[in-house]
């Protein structure tokens, strides 16, 4: 990630949790499973991730803002049993939309999604790493301290990858 966008998002991030007052910040930590979607899903086979996002809701709003940082793993689908995998980063920045219901918390959220890319293990076919922009959607819902969702991650470029990432987890 360049400099000046790393200091650029840092700076955002910042301004935006001194600007929200406490009742309308959540933080989420989950993880779950990873299900490979169009060609990409012809190179890897499913996979893990683990997520943590910060939600900001003014109070009687129903759109708020998120950003989230995940860390996606998938074995590659190589005919030998050979240790490799594909490693995404991603990092995103949603529109979140939030009914309001007692109990149970159904959401809507989509934006852009930055990602890097790369093989790790011992039997890679490639060394490089690349970055790219896209952009995921989709829904979830809290229920108590417990939260589920589904998104749809797509990226382009180089990468050229697309996935569904399934996380359960705990939101605070």
């Not at 200091?7 to 910042?14: D, M, N, R, S, V």
């Not at 959540?26 to 993880?31: A, D, N, T």
Request: proline residues 6%; hydrophobic residues 50%; aromatic residues 14%.
């Amino acid at each position: 990630m360049p400099v000046l966008f790393r200091q650029i998002l840092i700076l955002g991030f910042a301004g935006a949790v001194l600007a929200t007052p406490a009742a309308a910040q959540s933080m989420k930590l989950g993880g779950g499973v990873i299900l490979p979607q169009g060609d990409y899903a012809d190179d890897v086979e499913s996979g893990w991730h683990a997520m943590a996002a910060f939600t900001f809701q003014p109070p009687a709003a129903p759109i708020g803002f998120r950003f989230d940082g995940a860390y996606n793993l998938s074995a590659l689908d190589l005919p030998a049993d050979v240790d490799a995998n594909s490693a995404i980063i991603t990092v995103s920045g949603d529109v979140v939309y939030a009914f309001s219901t007692a109990g149970v918390g159904p959401y809507f959220l989509g934006g852009a999604t930055w990602g890097n890319a790369k093989c790790t293990g011992d039997a890679c076919p490639f060394e490089t790493s690349l970055d790219a922009w896209g952009y995921n959607f989709g829904g979830g819902v809290d229920v108590g301290i417990f939260f589920a969702e589904a998104r749809y991650v797509w990226l382009g470029g180089d990468v050229e990858s697309s996935f569904i990432p399934i996380t359960v987890g705990v939101h605070f």
